[in-house]
């Protein structure tokens, strides 16, 4: 008989979550995922068709991961949340975001502009969010057209933050990664916002 896909399929998800967060996404097999399991390969086969598609699920649950550390409140100021929670999110779990980053090949690969999309459909208060005055007023206030330039700059600066604490190569503890994000933030707005103040 079958089993049943809902709960099978969470389940086979669940294992391959925990094999990449302890062993990395080099260890991803069929054959390591039903030791987990205590099966055979058949229903990971029988449930998912192929490892593509197991792989595919599995960016979907760390993507969404992502998205709730960015969620979370880690300062003052709810515009740095996102960032922070980026970046926290790689330090804590590195082989699941480097994962997220290599496991997709060719136009599914993910970009730094829909993390920057994602950010902005994120609940208001925790993430920027187009329906937040606060947000709306910080945007507003740059030159026309300026925003896409402001996002891909900041998003660059993060993910470089991120992919170096993912790689264990900068260990920044909370403030500090604050300090450095808000710096840079702050420089990024300033150079998108300077066409303005010219008067151009």
């Not at 069929?30 to 086969?45: E, H, Q, V």
């Not at 896409?148 to 604490?165: C, K, N, P, R, T």
């Not at 260990?171 to 303005?196: I, V």
Request: net charge negative; hydrophobic share 40%; aromatic share 8%.
């Amino acid at each position: 008989m079958k089993p049943k896909a809902g709960t099978r399929i969470d389940d086979i998800v669940e294992a391959a979550w925990e094999l990449v967060r302890e062993e990395g996404a080099a260890r991803l097999s069929a054959r390591a995922l039903a030791a987990r399991l205590g099966t055979s390969t058949m229903p990971i086969y029988s449930c998912l068709g192929n490892m593509d598609e197991l792989s595919r699920l599995l960016r979907e649950r760390v993507a969404a991961a992502v998205g709730e550390y960015q969620r979370r409140s880690w300062s003052p100021n709810p515009m740095l949340d996102a960032a922070v929670g980026y970046v926290r999110f790689a330090r804590d779990e590195p082989r699941l975001f480097k994962f997220l980053w290599e496991s997709s090949p060719g136009a599914e690969k993910l970009s730094l502009e829909a993390l920057a999309e994602r950010t902005r459909r994120a609940p208001v208060g925790r993430a920027p969010g187009p329906g937040s005055p606060e947000i709306s007023r910080f945007l507003a206030a740059l030159p026309k057209g300026e925003e896409g330039g402001l996002e891909f700059h900041v998003w660059i600066f993060v993910h470089g933050i991120a992919s170096l604490a993912a790689e264990g190569i900068v260990d920044l503890d909370d403030k500090s990664l604050l300090a450095h994000l808000e710096a840079a933030g702050g420089a990024f707005y300033l150079y998108h916002s300077r066409g303005k103040e010219e008067g151009s």
